[in-house]
């Protein structure tokens, strides 16, 4: 069910089994700060014609102007206000300023983004603040928010569109369950900070915690993202696999999955 939720324009019907599929394409995916050539968490989400980017990290601007031009962004969501996930509105909000005119967009994000990143000084973002059971929709998709395992409010979202599903973790430790998003997800894309050996030192999931999580969500596809630049990312990934028990692909600035 759909929420009447305010959003400011762009709204219509959801497409379901229309020829254009549901899109994901990493934009930046270190976890917590950011490697040598890397960028933080962020992802462009498209279906039909709506163009929606999940998280702006660090670094992630720059990389979605090598897939759309950025007056095509339809709507922001910002998971949660650690910097690695939304330093870069800032270069959004400058970009739409001088290049677009004053262009102004919808900006979703838990309550208390506004204040940390002082965006009531620009009029490019319509902050609407969402919370754990919200959904929004946002032309050709439905993004519902789920709270994770994670300081300060943190919103994992599951996205509906174009007949396919998408559930992304955003940061949660292994406190929360990925079955909350619902049934159905044909690739989820999980945070996995670092290896078992680290569980319990932050607020995060290690690569077998993921696999755990996806294999009991259901999840037909499994990628793991949000990864620490300092651990083995073959390392991460043989664990998470392990524990899914099937293939697990990692998140990588510039792959796009198609579902
Ligand atoms: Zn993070």
Same mark, same amino acid.
């Given at each position: 069910?759909?929420?009447?939720? +305010?959003?400011?324009?762009?709204?219509? +019907?959801?497409? %379901?089994?229309?020829?254009?599929?549901?899109?994901?394409?990493?934009?930046?995916?270190?976890?917590?700060? $950011? /490697? +040598?050539?890397?960028?933080?968490?962020?992802?462009?989400?498209?279906?039909?014609?709506?163009?929606?980017?999940?998280? %702006?990290?660090?670094?992630?601007?720059?990389?979605? !102007?090598?897939?759309?031009?950025?007056?095509?962004?339809?709507?922001?969501?910002?998971?949660?206000?650690?910097?690695?996930? &939304?330093?870069?509105?800032?270069?959004?909000?400058?970009?739409? =300023?001088?290049?677009?005119?004053?262009?102004?967009?919808?900006?979703?994000?838990?309550?208390?983004?506004?204040? =940390?990143?002082?965006?009531?000084?620009?009029?490019?973002?319509?902050? !609407?603040?969402?919370?754990? *059971?919200? $959904?929004?929709?946002? /032309?050709?998709?439905?993004?519902?928010?789920?709270? %994770?395992?994670?300081?300060?409010?943190?919103?994992?979202?599951?996205?509906?569109?174009? *007949?396919?599903?998408?559930?992304?973790?955003?940061?949660?430790? +292994? /406190? &929360?369950?990925?079955?909350?998003?619902? %049934?159905?997800?044909?690739?989820?894309?999980?945070?996995?900070?670092?290896?078992?050996?680290?569980?319990?030192?932050?607020?995060?999931?290690?690569?077998? !915690?993921?696999?755990?999580?996806?294999?009991?969500?259901?999840?037909?596809?499994?990628?793991?993202?949000?990864? &620490?630049?300092?651990?083995?990312?073959?390392?991460?990934?043989?664990?998470?696999?392990?524990?899914?028990? *099937?293939?697990?692909?990692?998140?990588?600035? /510039?792959?796009?999955?198609?579902?």
């Amino acid at each position: 069910m759909v929420a009447a939720l +305010p959003t400011a324009g762009n709204v219509g +019907p959801i497409a %379901t089994g229309g020829q254009r599929c549901l899109s994901l394409t990493v934009l930046g995916c270190d976890g917590s700060w $950011t /490697g +040598p050539g890397g960028a933080g968490s962020g992802y462009l989400v498209t279906a039909g014609d709506t163009c929606l980017v999940v998280d %702006t990290g660090p670094g992630t601007f720059a990389n979605l !102007q090598r897939h759309i031009d950025p007056a095509s962004i339809d709507a922001v969501i910002i998971t949660h206000h650690h910097p690695d996930h &939304w330093t870069d509105l800032y270069a959004i909000d400058t970009h739409a =300023r001088f290049a677009l005119h004053g262009r102004s967009m919808p900006l979703f994000a838990p309550v208390g983004l506004g204040g =940390r990143a002082q965006l009531d000084r620009t009029p490019t973002f319509d902050l !609407q603040a969402v919370t754990d *059971g919200d $959904t929004v929709r946002i /032309g050709d998709l439905a993004c519902r928010f789920c709270r %994770t395992d994670h300081s300060f409010e943190t919103l994992a979202v599951r996205i509906d569109g174009a *007949g396919r599903t998408l559930g992304y973790s955003a940061d949660s430790g +292994p /406190g &929360w369950s990925l079955s909350r998003l619902g %049934t159905g997800l044909d690739l989820v894309l999980c945070e996995a900070t670092y290896t078992s050996e680290h569980e319990g030192t932050a607020g995060h999931m290690s690569g077998r !915690q993921a696999g755990e999580q996806a294999r009991g969500a259901g999840a037909r596809r499994l990628a793991i993202t949000h990864r &620490w630049p300092t651990i083995d990312a073959v390392a991460v990934a043989s664990e998470a696999e392990a524990a899914f028990g *099937g293939p697990v692909e990692q998140a990588s600035i /510039g792959k796009e999955f198609v579902l």
